[in-house]
Nanobody
């Protein structure tokens, strides 16, 4: 009932910037936490950044000062602005949203996007 569609990934040179977007749609009653995770080849998925509905953010130490997470509650969208990108930032980036569904009370469901590839290379 809920879809998360990511966009904005691609190939960028070291030191460059990208902005990822993730839009949620469907039978949404409320969206609570939203966030970005990433998974590099051969590694486990790891948290990059999360943001609450009150705009409180949590950033992984390895991205502090380089990445910013924001959200547009009116459009059910979360963004990840990535600056000063490094080759080690290369990964598939996944969006996650914790959502309550219309007509299903206050139970919160976790949804994931399909992922968007970010490659940092010269």
């Amino acid at each position: 009932q809920v879809q998360l569609v990511e966009s904005g990934g691609g190939l960028v040179q070291p030191g460059g910037s990208l902005r990822l977007s993730c839009a949620a749609s469907g039978n949404i009653a409320s969206i609570y936490n939203m966030g970005w995770y990433r998974q590099a080849p051969g590694k486990q998925r790891e948290l990059v950044a999360t943001i609450t509905s009150a705009d409180n953010t949590n950033l992984a130490d390895f991205v502090k000062g380089r990445l910013t997470i924001t959200r547009d509650n009116a459009n059910n969208t979360v963004y990840l602005q990535m600056n000063s990108l490094k080759p080690e930032d290369t990964a598939v980036y996944y969006c996650r949203a914790d959502v309550s569904i219309e007509g299903r009370g206050r139970y919160v469901y976790m949804y994931w996007g399909q992922g968007t590839q970010v490659t940092v290379s010269s």
